[in-house]
């Protein structure tokens, strides 16, 4: 059975910073590319970023510069150093692996940017 589980949200005020993680088991996390949304109350889900299993990153414009995805293949974990937060951040922030026709999503991780 395939999980992925986010943790490192939290509360941080802006201009700070936050790493997310995304831990996963049941999969051959290597070949597949992941990825990490958000929803923010009242809006659609969104993408952030993916990262390929080559490594080939991408990131929507509202992050560029600010957020970095990475991934290490020998932990089977992927991650998002968020940086420069701004409270228009604030979301919960999900976790996705794909490859081909399959998808798995994580239960998803608070970011809450606040002073």
């Known amino acids: 059975q395939v999980q992925l589980v986010e943790s490192g949200g939290g509360l941080v005020q802006p201009g700070g910073s936050l790493r997310l993680s995304c831990a996963s088991s049941g999969m051959l996390f290597s070949i597949y590319a992941m990825g990490w949304y958000r929803q923010a109350p009242g809006k659609q889900r969104e993408l952030v970023a993916t990262?390929?299993?080559?490594?080939?990153?991408n990131y929507a414009d509202s992050v560029k510069g600010r957020f970095t995805i990475s991934r290490d293949n020998a932990k089977n974990t992927a991650y998002l150093q968020m940086n420069s937060l701004k409270s228009e951040d604030t979301a919960v922030y999900y976790c996705?692996?794909?490859?081909?026709?399959?998808?798995?999503w994580g239960q998803g991780t608070q970011v809450t940017v606040s002073s």
């Open positions: 996705n692996a794909g490859r081909r026709r399959a998808e798995y």
């Open positions: 990262i390929t299993s080559d490594g080939n990153t």
